[in-house]
């Protein structure tokens, strides 16, 4: 039972990664993108929508 | 409830972004230099039963839409008509940043003028009378101190208590109108009447200042003091190298490695054990176990061991950023990047690559003509962005673990160096133009603000660990499966696995560059998927966390890696590997960045191809060369 919880956990968070990196590959945006306006990297990402 | 919009607006650095995040809570992005707001960005907040929403313009030292920031600011002033545009001036600079005033005036908009920097001009010696100003506007004036949220309160109390149609422009504000006007009508041809109107503007300028201001002579200030010394003469870009070292220095010996060290013994001691042990009494099947621990644990315990020094490094370019030294970088750097055929300020964009290469591929949209932004963005993929700092300090470590502060410091030297010889190929092949002019205000020099600084810290390391527990988890467990199967299923041999047979086919490009075995080709492909992945894919095979358990001495990583790589790795090739890495084709998110900006997979192309060409010449001409002089 436990195999099957923990390999469900890994799928889910494995299929998350997967989609992060197609997603920010056609976006063209990287994660720091999501904190706040981008401070993390420097600025200049496209925080208009994460802001409101 | 009644809504309000506001728009700041104001010449570049003169505090909008910190006005902007001390009103609405956001986190935008600060930095003691001009330029660092190219977008607008929007904020939201309620006060006084009012919703208010604020937008932050970049920063533009006039509006005749000519430069990137000037379209936008122009754009949004005709089509949002807000109701309230704070122009955010720098009081120790009232006489420039006016110009802009009197043209939002020209344009009739309700206009309020926010003297920022009061504290700043004080020390200058320059004493406005905020009531003749207004008298003289015919606007309301507010004074505020950025960094003070009693001061922007200030400012939200004008917002909602000020009712603009009381104010109507004052005598002289009146009578620039109609001269203008006039000059409008007087059939004047463009050019000639734009210098006319350039000209009645610093008129009024003259006037307004010489109503409400007055200066008294105190000296140079102590950042031209300052400045004497960093960004003039000859001493300018030996200072500069050698406060980048003394960072490197500290983050790699003093402070980050010893965190680093401490934090990977207890990734590959206590939570692998802790791991290994609950697996088993859980009964967990063995594939799962070995996915989790030498999958899993090795592939993203390598990378969040590296948390420590993220943090250490970004904490001082955060804070040097804040100081305003970041300017005078783009200052010293200008003779040096007009050679390159760029100028001064296409190195700031270049500055923001040492933190991640994709808000510094946006960036480029700042620069004014397009050879520089195509250029910026091609050449920003060499410099060393925080996803190949755990590559250099995991190899540093392990095979120049005396010299590894110098040996990183080298390849961030290095990484720019590459990127301005780069810049000057594609400037005499590719995007032959005309040259750029370069006009930069050296900002004062500041102490930092350090919840500022220290909230840019946490971002990044935030940032970081967001992608390890997401990227790096998927490409740990994609690396485990494709080096533990092949096509017949489960194997013993990684070296009859999937991830051999691709690494051994990267790895033929290698021959003459000394790692050419099939682990370092496999992790040179993960690597264009994430650039952590470089070293998560050496965590699991080289297997990191099996060493740590049975090696019965206290070892840190890098210690436990090079057991196990130096049969792969020389000294010499090493560093020619750590060169390929710090040049190569950007990860994907870079790639999928450069094809946004410059809306063709043409240059997405080539940027992925040119820089492995370039990466795979100079890694060859590195070991090759150091062969000849006798090293191994």
Known sequence: MATYIIAGVIAIVFAFGIRKIYRNFTSGESDCCGSGGCSGCGGHCHGEDKLK | ?632
């Open chain 2, 1 to 632: 409830m009644a809504t309000l919009s506001i728009a700041l607006i104001g010449n570049p650095n003169t505090g909008k972004s910190t006005i902007f995040n001390e009103l609405t809570g956001a986190r935008q992005k600060i930095g003691n230099w001009p330029g660092v707001t190219i977008d607008k960005k929007v904020g939201y907040l309620k006060y006084k039963e009012r919703a208010i929403s604020i937008v932050d313009l970049p920063g533009t030292y006039s509006i005749n839409a000519r430069s990137p920031e000037e379209k936008i600011v122009v754009q949004y002033l005709m089509d949002a008509h807000s109701d309230l545009v704070v122009d955010v001036v720098d009081a120790s600079n009232l006489e420039r940043n006016l110009f802009l005033t009197v043209q939002l005036l020209e344009m009739a908009v309700p206009v309020l003028v926010d003297l920022n920097m009061m504290d700043e001009a004080s020390r200058r010696g320059i004493n406005i009378n905020t009531y003749e100003l207004e008298k003289a506007l015919g606007m309301p004036v507010v004074e505020t101190v950025g960094r003070s949220s009693k001061s922007t309160r200030k400012l939200l109390d004008v917002f909602t208590s000020t009712v603009m149609k009381d104010y109507e422009p004052s005598a002289l504000v009146a009578e620039h109108m109609q001269a203008v006007k006039a000059l409008q009508n007087s059939g004047l041809e463009e050019a000639k009447l734009e210098e006319e109107i350039i000209i009645l503007r610093y008129a009024l300028v003259d006037k307004l200042m010489a109503q409400a201001v007055t200066v008294n002579s105190v000296g140079p200030t102590f950042s031209e003091k300052l400045d004497r010394i960093l960004a003039n003469g000859f001493l300018a870009l030996p200072l500069l190298l050698l406060l980048l070292y003394a960072i490197f220095e500290i983050t790699f010996t003093w402070f980050g490695k010893p965190l680093q060290e401490a934090l990977s013994d207890f990734i590959n001691g206590d939570v692998t054990d802790w791991a290994k042990a609950s697996l088993e009494t859980l009964d967990v099947a063995p594939w799962l176990q070995s996915l989790v621990t030498d999958g899993i644990i090795n592939g993203v315990g390598s990378v969040i061991s590296f948390v420590p020094l993220i943090f250490t490094l970004f904490f001082f370019l955060s804070f040097l950023d804040g100081t305003g030294y970041m300017a005078r970088v783009a200052f010293i750097m200008d003779p040096i990047m007009r050679r390159a055929g760029l100028s001064g300020k296409g190195i700031m964009p270049l500055i923001m690559g040492f933190g991640c290469g994709v808000p510094a591929i946006m960036g480029a949209r700042a620069l004014d003509s397009e050879k520089d932004r195509m250029i910026s963005i091609l050449i920003t993929p060499f410099l060393t962005c925080g996803a190949k700092l755990p590559i250099m300090a995991l190899f540093a470590a392990m095979f120049f673990p005396d010299n590894a502060a110098n040996v990183v410091f080298c390849m961030y030297v290095a990484g720019v160096l590459m990127a301005i010889l780069m810049a000057k190929v594609l400037n005499v092949s590719t995007f032959k133009d005309k040259e750029s002019t370069f006009l930069l205000e050296l900002p004062p020099y500041r102490m930092p603000d350090m919840k500022t600084v220290l909230l840019e810290t946490w971002e990044k390391g935030k940032g970081y660990l967001v992608k390890a527990g997401t990227i790096i988890f998927a490409m740990s467990v994609l690396i485990w499966f494709l080096s533990n199967y092949n096509f017949d299923g489960p194997t013993e041999e990684m070296s009859e696995s999937f991830l051999a047979a691709i690494g051994s086919a990267m790895s033929a490009l290698f021959v003459f560059h000394g790692f050419d075995t099939w682990e370092s080709g496999a992790a040179i492909v993960t690597g264009i998927l994430a650039k952590e992945s470089v070293v998560s894919t050496m965590g699991i095979l080289y297997g990191v966390a099996d060493i740590s358990t049975e090696t019965e001495n206290v070892m840190d990583t890098a210690a436990q890696l090079a057991n196990s790589m130096g049969a792969s790795f020389t000294t010499l090739s090493a560093l020619a590997f750590m060169v390929f890495t710090q040049l190569y084709t950007p990860c994907v998110t870079a790639l999928g960045t450069i094809k946004k900006e410059t809306g063709k997979w043409k240059w997405t192309f080539f940027a992925a191809l040119y820089t492995f060409a370039a990466a795979w010449i100079v890694s060859l001409l590195v070991y090759q060369v150091g062969r000849l002089l006798g090293f191994e």
